[in-house]
């Protein structure tokens, strides 16, 4: 069992910033591919990024790329979202997810889930 926590969201004008994080505790977080998703209104649910285990691997939809960094610290169990020159279309609830399976979160796989975090971008 993982516990997944995830905070960090809020208000931001077009062009900011935000930093969200991703807490967790139970079972081995580090054998563990992590996840961002978002799903905004009206929309279904999709894949923001993801990395694997060690952080050798990334992905990124197209849409973020070059905007958003996802990273990890094993040792403190957190997984990190940070969203530059943030977009009034990235406004959505974001989760974290985990899987074991780094291919299995790109398509939208997760064994545990986060609560969501609200980020609101306005122009």
């Known amino acids: 069992q993982v516990m997944l926590v995830g905070s960090g969201g809020g208000l931001v004008q077009a062009g900011g910033s935000l930093r969200l994080s991703c807490a967790a505790s139970?079972?081995?977080?580090?054998?563990?591919?992590m996840g961002w998703f978002r799903r905004a209104p009206g929309k279904e649910r999709e894949v923001v990024a993801v990395?694997?285990?060690?952080?050798?691997?990334?992905y990124y939809t197209d849409s973020v790329k070059g905007r958003f960094i996802i990273s990890r610290d094993n040792a403190n169990n957190t997984v990190y979202l940070q969203m530059n020159n943030l977009k009034p279309e990235d406004t959505a609830v974001y989760s974290c997810?985990?899987?074991?399976?780094?291919?299995?979160?790109?398509?939208?796989?997760?064994?545990?889930w986060g609560q969501g975090t609200q980020v609101t971008v306005s122009s």
């Open positions: 139970g079972r081995s977080f580090s054998s563990y591919a």
């Open positions: 997810a985990a899987h074991p399976v780094f291919n299995n979160i790109i398509r939208g796989a997760g064994d545990y």
């Open positions: 990395i694997g285990w060690q952080s050798s691997n990334t």
